[in-house]
C-alpha cells in the first residue's frame, strides 16, 4: 500500500508548522516583504532551503501597551495563524506577525480576515 497526503478523516494533511524563536531568523524575516493589514504588520521571507516547513513568529512592541496586553495580542495572533496559516501560507517560508495597537481588542473574525489578507498578498508578491 503506498502512503497519501491524507488523514483519516479524508482531509489532507497541512505543512508542518514551527515556532521562530531566535533573534536572527526574525531579523533576517525583517528584511524580507513586509504587509500591513489592519491590526497587524506581516513578514515573510522565502528560507530557499526547499523545506516543507512553515515557521512563524510573534511579537508585540511596548507601544502596544504593558506585559499583559503584549501578551493578549500575541496570544490572539498565535490561535489565528494556527487557523489560517495552513491555508495560506507558502512552505519554505518564514513569516513574523507583529501586533498593532488594536489587535488585543480587534473582533475575532476581522482579526482572521486581515491575517488571511496579509498571507494572501506575501504570497502573490514575487
Do not use: C
Amino acid at each position: 500500500m503506498e502512503p497519501d497526503d491524507s488523514t483519516p478523516s479524508g482531509g489532507t494533511l497541512s505543512p508542518a508548522i514551527e515556532r521562530l524563536r531566535k533573534r536572527p531568523d526574525f531579523l533576517a524575516a525583517a528584511k524580507g516583504r513586509v504587509r500591513a493589514s489592519g491590526a497587524l504588520v506581516a513578514q515573510a521571507r522565502d528560507r530557499g532551503d526547499g523545506s516543507a516547513m512553515i515557521r512563524i513568529g510573534f511579537t508585540a512592541t511596548k507601544r502596544i501597551g504593558g506585559a499583559v496586553e503584549r501578551n493578549r495580542a500575541k496570544r490572539r495572533l498565535r490561535e489565528a495563524a494556527r487557523i489560517v496559516a495552513p491555508l495560506h501560507a507558502r512552505a519554505g517560508h518564514d513569516y513574523v506577525f507583529i501586533a498593532r495597537g488594536g489587535t488585543a481588542a480587534q473582533p475575532w473574525g476581522r482579526l482572521l480576515d486581515d491575517m488571511k489578507s496579509a498571507l494572501i498578498r506575501l504570497a502573490a508578491d514575487p
